[in-house]
Nanobody, 122 residues
Framework: QVQLVESAGGSVQAGGSSRLSCVAV????????MGWFLQAPGKEREEVADIDNDANTRDADSVEGRFTISQDKAKKTTYLKMDMLKPTETAMYFC????????????????WGEGTQGTVSS
């Protein structure tokens, strides 16, 4: 059974930085695609970035140049470094995994963490 455990989120001021981590309690080699999603209040869950086993990454246009996804396979951990955060990025952040990277919608990912709250104050 795959379990994804996100680090605790936190609060930062607009323009600040934060880093989230996600530990996969599973055979991560079987999960070729790891992603991060955010879900703002009243909105749908949307992908911000994903990474495959070859370290190829995809970023949403809205976070391009500000968010960076990375992975430490030895630690079975995927990271999301977020810079220049905006108040509109106050949201629940979710780690997700699936056997291979295909679509960027939430439905394309099979396994999910419980989510962690991130707050960006103006």
């Amino acid at each position: 059974q795959v379990q994804l455990v996100e680090s605790a989120g936190g609060s930062v001021q607009a323009g600040g930085s934060s880093r989230l981590s996600c530990v996969a309690v599973a055979y991560i080699d079987l999960l070729s695609c790891m992603g991060w999603f955010l879900q703002a209040p009243g909105k749908e869950r949307e992908e911000v970035a994903d990474i495959d086993n070859d370290a190829n990454t995809r970023d949403a246009d809205s976070v391009e140049g500000r968010f960076t996804i990375s992975q430490d396979k030895a630690k079975k951990t995927t990271y999301l470094k977020m810079d220049m955060l905006k108040p509109t990025e106050t949201a629940m952040y979710f780690c997700a995994a699936t056997p291979w990277c295909s679509g960027t919608s939430a439905s394309a990912f099979r396994f999910w963490g419980e989510g962690t709250q991130g707050t960006v104050s103006s």
